[in-house]
């Protein structure tokens, strides 16, 4: 499946840094409807030139769908808990495994 991507316009940035500081360059956007556990949550996201990750939830998903991350049980709920989602598999992380 090919998907269109937008052009950026005036007020997307450009750059974005990595964690380690390196600068990913943005290339567009998309707009894309993810659907968690058959609730359809449409978004528009930066399109990231040699991203190493398919999809990246930003602060503004976060803050729009109010997500509430549990770092005790591993579990993201979104929506005011509508939606209950693990972060990981079920086995917990061990010391060396990065969220």
């Known amino acids: 499946m090919r998907l269109k991507i937008s052009p950026l316009h005036r007020n ?3 750059r974005l840094s990595a964690a380690d500081g390196r600068a ?3 290339v567009g956007t998309i707009d894309l409807t993810l659907t968690i556990q058959g609730l359809k949550i449409p978004q528009t996201f930066l399109v990231v ?3 190493n990750f398919k999809m990246i939830l930003g602060l503004d998903f976060l ?3 109010r997500a509430d991350i549990d770092f005790n ?3 993201l709920s979104i929506c005011d808990d509508l939606v209950i989602e693990p972060l990981l ?3 917990k992380p061990t010391g060396n495994n990065v969220l």
């Open 49 to 51: 030139k040699d991203l």
């Open 73 to 75: 049980h591993y579990i």
């Open 24 to 26: 990913l360059v943005c």
């Open 89 to 91: 598999p079920s086995k």
């Open 12 to 14: 997307d940035p450009k």
């Open 63 to 65: 803050n729009a769908t």
